[in-house]
């Protein structure tokens, strides 16, 4: 039966019992577990069955499915992709560019180091809660983040808070009904409503960020107020922990994601208050330009080059230069080296993105000019036109 089975949960065993031996020897992902409901499933019953993590997915919805499709994709590409690296990234004119990658899931750090990337500028730390069907526990959370960073052997990693809602859902948290998710209670808006959630992920990385460089950031905040109200409840956090004597980071670096119109207009302030920021470009174009990302309706609305998005992303850049603070890109825009001359243009000198994607992206950044590339993005800012704008990065129009 081993000769077709594309993995093998076991309920019940242990790691030297019959079966599990034989999984090794074949290759084949196995999973055990102590849950008795497994043997009364159905057969027509769909299981994913997650190796590298222990996880089984149940039924799992299809965002779950095409998550891992993609992944065995990248890690079946991954070693032709990781040879057209080069150790570094660096212009024609020296200046040194950071290229990160963004994480989802554990069995993604092999290809962060195969890459040779420069480390995570983004972990979804999202994922675990929506494959599953309750929240996750401090522990677990912990046993998760601490394997992160056992993984990236000292590598920068930032931890993104949780970031659901819009189209992201808990299957399991049903207290909330809206018209528009993208416009209602998510990412951080969520974590403050339910400070029980919270605490619980942020005891988690504080203790797991033990010894190591410890970088948390908030999703979609819309003011300094967001940011300090966060940033209170991480030192809560933090003091409950020296109260109770758990070993723990007693100083992260806490960042603030820059993805609404309204955390752009407080972009001085915010770089003020924060020890970093990211350009989360998906987002910020979304808010900016009012077009929903989902809605294949307006897909062709839902353009990275208006000038009104590229203006506001200079704002940011220069806001945190001016402060002394880092300021990272991530999202798609981070990726597409059309972009790569403009972005560097502007004084970003941090990217964050798909592991698969950093290739193309490095070729791209090693071609420019950094300061024939800050003329460059000046001459684009002055434009007004989309058609102008794409003419002058040479994107089809």
């Excluded at 992902?29 to 159905?42: A, F, H, Q, Y």
């Excluded at 590298?52 to 070693?79: C, I, S, T, W």
């Excluded at 809206?178 to 504080?206: H, T, W, Y």
């Excluded at 924060?274 to 987002?283: H, Q, R, T, V």
């Amino acid at each position: 039966a081993a000769q077709q089975a594309e993995a093998i949960l076991l309920v019940g065993g242990g790691l030297t019992s019959h079966v599990a031996i034989i999984a090794r020897s074949m290759q084949i992902p196995m999973v055990m577990s102590s849950e008795k409901r497994l043997l009364t499933l159905n057969a027509e019953t769909m299981l994913l069955v997650d190796g590298d993590q222990g996880h089984v997915h149940v039924d799992p919805r299809p965002e779950v499915v095409e998550n891992f499709k993609a992944l065995e994709k990248a890690q079946r590409d991954a070693p032709a992709l990781a040879r057209r690296m080069m150790p570094e990234t660096v212009t024609r004119d020296g200046a040194r560019i950071m290229l990160m990658a963004n994480v989802n899931l554990l069995s993604e750090l092999a290809m962060v180091r195969q890459f040779g990337a420069d480390g995570v500028g983004l972990y979804r730390s999202e994922f675990p809660f929506i494959a599953r069907n309750d929240f996750p526990s401090e522990e677990e959370q912990y046993r998760l983040y601490r394997r992160i960073f056992d993984e990236t052997d000292g590598m920068p990693v930032v931890f993104r808070t949780l970031d659901v809602g819009g189209d992201k859902m808990l299957s399991y948290f049903q207290n909330v009904s809206e018209a528009n998710p993208f416009l209602g209670l998510r990412a951080i808006r969520f974590s403050l409503r339910n400070k029980d959630v919270f605490c619980c992920q942020l005891r988690a990385m504080l203790r797991a960020g033990l010894g190591a460089r410890l970088r948390i950031m908030f999703p979609l905040v819309s003011s300094v107020d967001d940011f300090e109200q966060a940033r209170s409840v991480v030192f809560e956090c933090a003091g409950q922990l020296r109260a109770e004597g758990v070993p723990h980071n007693a100083s992260p670096e806490l960042g603030a994601m820059i993805e609404l119109p309204s955390a752009v207009a407080v972009a001085a302030e915010l770089a003020r208050a924060a020890d970093f920021l990211s350009i989360g470009s998906n987002d910020l174009i979304q808010y900016i330009l009012a077009v929903d990302r989902t809605n294949q309706h307006i897909s062709d609305l839902f353009i990275p080059h208006h000038p009104a998005v590229l203006r506001s992303m200079a704002r940011v850049v220069h806001a945190a230069r001016d402060c002394g603070k880092p300021v990272s890109l991530c999202g798609e825009m981070a990726a597409n080296p059309a972009f790569a001359r403009f972005l560097i243009g502007i004084g970003l000198r941090s990217f964050s993105m798909e592991v698969r994607s950093l290739p193309a992206i490095q070729k791209s950044m090693t071609e420019v000019n950094a300061a024939e590339a800050e003329q460059f993005a000046g001459d684009v800012l002055r434009l007004a036109r989309i058609r102008d704008v794409a003419e002058r990065l040479g994107l089809p129009r």
